[in-house]
T-cell receptor
Framework: GAVVSQHPSWVICKSGTSVKIECRSLDFQATTMFWYRQFPKQSLMLMATSNEGSKATYEQGVEKDKFLINHASLTLSTLTVTSAHPEDSSFYIC?????????????FGPGTRLTVT | GENVEQHPSTLSVQEGDSAVIKCTYSDSASNYFPWYKQELGKRPQLIIDIRSNVGEKKDQRIAVTLNKTAKHFSLHITETQPEDSAVYFCAASRDSWGKLQFGAGTQVVVTP
């Protein structure tokens, strides 16, 4: 099946700094990618829909100025957590659809564990 | 927007028994219902999915049923094995972009 990668797999940053997470579709083009956040023992919560070449669509309650999303190419979307705080510590997962295949299946990245100290 | 409820939150079964997880959704326009298995610290893995034009789908020990009228769908795992222990999530999607709304998850523990 299609493969989605994320980098880094884990990151520790200090409060107030920014951190960038990359999501790549390795063997297909993804016009749409999704960013989720998952706190321990909780479900995946959709943060935003990332569209290649246009602005991301954020879910209600997600601060677009804090979670910057850039989808500059058909294989890469980035999520930047700006001015990170300890409460932003979470597991961030991206996913992508291979729209050209006509499939509804979403392929998930391996996730990025963010710890803000 | 779509709301997906999932029950039970935890499920303990003896190896070899069956496990059933149920989900309900609120948006009658939802047309895609995947089920994911997630192990601790790992990505969700699609185990089976169903579209709204189908009432049932089976893949070896796993099956999913969909009742569009009642707006609920269920995951059935037969002959459970210890390696089936994980968190299972249902989800629903209504639009062509594929935005998924997840259920809260079910922790399944299969004891030998």
């Amino acid at each position: 099946g299609a493969v989605v990668s994320q980098h880094p797999s884990w990151v520790i940053c200090k409060s107030g700094t920014s951190v960038k997470i990359e999501c790549r579709s390795l063997d297909f083009q993804a016009t749409t990618m999704f960013w989720y956040r998952q706190f321990p023992k909780q479900s995946l919560m959709l943060m935003a829909t990332s569209n290649e070449g246009s602005k991301a669509t954020y879910e209600q309650g997600v601060e677009k100025d804090k979670f910057l999303i850039n989808h500059a190419s058909l294989t890469l979307s980035t999520l930047t957590v700006t001015s990170a705080h300890p409460e932003d510590s979470s597991f961030y997962i991206c996913s992508a659809r291979d729209a050209a295949s006509g499939s509804y299946e979403q392929y998930f990245g391996p996730g990025t564990r963010l710890t803000v100290t | 927007g779509e709301n997906v409820e999932q029950h039970p939150s935890t499920l303990s079964v003896q190896e070899g028994d069956s496990a059933v997880i149920k989900c309900t959704y609120s948006d009658s326009a939802s047309n895609y219902f995947p089920w994911y298995k997630q192990e601790l610290g790992k990505r969700p893995q699609l185990i089976i999915d169903i579209r709204s034009n189908v009432g049932e789908k089976k893949d070896q020990r796993i099956a999913v049923t969909l009742n569009k009228t009642a707006k609920h769908f269920s995951l059935h795992i037969t002959e459970t094995q210890p390696e089936d222990s994980a968190v299972y999530f249902c989800a629903a999607s209504r639009d062509s972009w594929g935005k998924l709304q997840f259920g809260a998850g079910t922790q399944v523990v299969v004891t030998p």
